[in-house]
């Protein structure tokens, strides 16, 4: 065990409980958190290279995707700075209960699929474009699905093409990105590059990662 990982159990509450995050972006918003691995995100510091663009790209009336929602973090910031429901995909099902937990502590309203996004419809799969008929022409679309986001953005065309929504695109390798960077190119975006911090960086398992944000047509 590290000193930071020994002073932690030391000095922090063990195990896991519903916290109000004090800090940052997502303050105000309430989730299940563990200190054993998720004090960067209480303290307001998970994904901190972001924060700018969200507070940028999300305002009141904002509507927004979250592509790849995990435990919901992003999804209760959406929600909360936009005051207006959030749509939410997460393909894993354990994960989407712990999704669903932590919607239910907070006042907001948000649609959750239990699906994996990508460019065709059906076999427990699920395309944007489709998303949008079914809901609402997103404003913003955040997205973190592992590899998979070429294959989001060829099934997002009609959104991409109609409404050019803003993006925050997690990228995980260079290959992925660089057709990411051809697909958007395609739709009239110009992403910026967002680079990992190097200060308390966070363990990532992908070699290359990093995110595309790209600034669409305002609502």
Not at 137 to 163: H, Q, T
Request: charged fraction near 25%; include cysteine; hydrophobic fraction near 40%.
């Amino acid at each position: 065990m590290s000193v930071r990982d020994t002073v932690k159990s030391l000095v922090l509450p063990r195990g896991a409980a519903f916290r109000r995050l004090p800090l940052g972006v997502a303050a105000g918003v309430t989730m299940k958190i563990d200190f054993a691995h998720q004090t960067t995100l209480y303290l307001g510091l998970y994904e901190v290279e972001l924060s700018p663009h969200v507070r940028r790209l999300v305002s009141p009336g904002s509507r927004c995707f979250d592509v790849g929602a995990d435990v919901g973090y992003y999804t209760l910031l959406l929600a909360r700075r936009s005051g207006r429901p959030v749509v939410a995909f997460e393909s894993a099902a354990s994960v989407a209960r712990c999704l669903r937990d932590n919607i239910a502590r907070n006042a907001c309203e948000v649609e959750v699929y239990t699906v994996s996004v990508g460019d065709r419809d059906g076999d427990g799969c699920m395309t944007l474009d489709r998303a949008a008929a079914e809901t609402f022409v997103p404003d913003l679309i955040k997205m973190d699905i592992e590899g998979g986001e070429v294959a989001a953005l060829e099934g997002a065309g009609g959104i991409l093409g109609r409404r050019r929504p803003h993006l925050i695109i997690e990228v995980h390798g260079r290959r992925t990105e660089d057709r990411c960077i051809e697909i958007l190119g395609r739709h009239g975006y110009a992403p910026v590059v967002v680079e990992r911090r190097r200060w308390l960086a966070e363990t990532r398992p992908a070699g290359h990662n990093r995110w595309l944000v790209c600034e669409g047509r305002a609502p």
